[in-house]
DNA sequence: ACTGACACGTGATTC
DNA sequence: TGAATCACGTGTCAG
């Protein structure tokens, strides 16, 4: 899927969300034309322009980390920077809910039908196996997802 | 902790850097001129003052969204505002997987022990059931429109 | 010294 | 219209 690929193209695409701007990215090479190392003032704007393009990755690191977050959210109600993290907090929220509701409901049914074979012993508090398997998760940080989720790549 | 040490008025050369701007709005200045104040340039300042004020407001909602879902989710690596987004995703992705795997658990007990009268026909999609309570939660979105969505629907 | 992260003000744009 | 949102460049500050 790989959306927001920007510099100029996927105008159609991200006009959903984003405000096309874009445009000025295509433009800065003029910005850092030529760094002249023996003139003071081309270091001083090669420095410059070095920081404008090192904010830039950061802005659109950034940005595409909140896509990928709003691709794991199922039903954003609206495309907003905000509203997208606000329903993230929710999603994770009701998750949460879920786990421990099915958990609950596990504990009856073993409670009350055939021998537990299983290995729960510390399913009191519900998120610890989620948490484990999280951090477990999160030693490399490239390809490792192996969910469904495969195209995210919200590595590096 | 914040930091409010600003007050730069060296306005000149903010405007030396625009050069790729001004390109597309050099003829924008005559569209801001229709204010038939008597003092244009009071209403013009006292417009880009709200401006700034909106745009603060709205920095400062977004920087507490992020601190809210940097509070539900665990185990927070860095504090980095693209890290706790990274980290909420994992923590999403780690909360399916657990979801699936307890659903699959509670099937397998189900199909052990008693009469299964849940619906496990569809439990491929593991997250269906939390989706739901998750719609339910939220009630006041309109209509839900489903176009712009659906084109997400493959990676989760 | 230098990189990375962040808040700020500002022009542009959409609804 | 006007309010809301966004990307951008810039200054600043910590490691």
């Not at 993290?85 to 809910?97: F, R, T």
Request: net charge negative; proline share 2%.
């Amino acid at each position: 899927m790989e959306c927001f690929d920007d510099e100029y193209t996927n105008y159609w695409e991200t006009n959903m969300f984003l405000q096309t701007q874009e445009l000025d990215s295509y433009f800065d090479e003029a910005i850092s034309a030529y760094y002249d190392s023996s003139s003071p003032d081309g270091m001083q704007s090669s420095m410059a322009s070095k920081n404008i393009v090192s904010e830039r990755n950061r802005r659109k690191k950034l940005n595409e980390r909140l896509y990928a977050l709003r691709s794991v959210v199922p039903n954003i109600t609206k495309m907003d920077k905000a509203s997208i993290i606000k329903d993230a907090i929710g999603y994770i929220q009701s998750l949460n809910d879920e786990v421990g509701r099915i958990q609950s409901q596990i504990s009856e049914l073993e409670s009350n039908g055939g021998m537990s074979s299983s290995n729960n012993a510390n399913f009191g508090h519900f998120d610890q196996e989620a948490t484990t398997t999280y951090c477990s998760k999160l030693k490399r940080s490239t390809s490792f997802i192996s969910s469904p989720i495969e195209v995210l790549e919200v590595s590096q």
